[in-house]
């Protein structure tokens, strides 16, 4: 019985939202709420970036530290809901997985980074981003000279020159610089 007046309750709840008999708080309210999330998304993007340069300043020099900076880096990169930060994280820790001789792991987030370059590039495409287009097709074909590397690593000598060639394309495509 509790629960049938509480579902009760809950569906005069919706019925009074759809209806419009609840108190709306305005644009001005909203527009203000949008902006405090787009402050705190740039501030994410801002940490993310930050930790991604230490990630970077330390792979070669302290590889525990480096991956510490690298997970917060990705942390960040996510709650800024930034797809390509979030690949360049992927990109650092793929590095320092390959530093350890994690082949495998290094792939992995290689591959990672690779699909979600793929994505932002295939975007910037359907959305005809004449200043998109170029920057993402040269970090997809960046991605593709990492996961090549990492299968290279591994001894996938096949799969790593399909993904050279791949690269290639992209930077014959676009007369990108090499």
């Given amino acids: 019985m509790c629960t049938d007046l509480m579902s009760k309750k809950y569906s005069f709840l919706l019925i009074f ?3 419009g008999l609840l108190p709306s708080y305005g644009d ?7 902006a405090e ?8 993007s801002g940490k993310a970036a930050d930790y991604l340069d230490l990630a970077w300043e330390y792979v070669e020099k302290n590889i525990v530290i480096s991956k510490s900076y690298a997970d917060s880096s990705l942390y960040y990169a996510r709650m800024s809901q930034d797809s390509f930060a979030v690949s360049l994280a992927y990109n650092v820790m793929g590095r320092a997985a390959g530093i350890e ?7 992995q987030y290689y591959l ?3 699909a979600l370059r793929r994505a932002l590039f295939d975007e910037a495409v359907i959305q005809e981003s004449a200043e998109d287009i170029p920057f993402f097709h ?4 960046a991605s593709h000279i990492n996961v090549g590397n990492g299968h290279r690593n591994l001894g996938n000598y096949p799969e790593a020159v399909s993904h050279f060639k791949e690269a290639e394309h992209i930077y014959r495509q676009y007369d990108l610089p090499a």
Avoid: H, Q
Avoid at 37 to 44: R, T
Avoid at 138 to 141: D, E, G, I, M
């Fill in 17 to 19: 939202l759809f209806m």
């Fill in 28 to 34: 001005d309210k909203k527009n203000g709420v949008e």
């Fill in 37 to 44: 999330s787009a402050e705190i998304l740039n501030l994410y």
């Fill in 101 to 107: 001789g994690k082949g495998k792991r290094a792939l």
């Fill in 112 to 114: 990672l980074a690779l």
């Fill in 138 to 141: 040269t970090k997809l074909a």
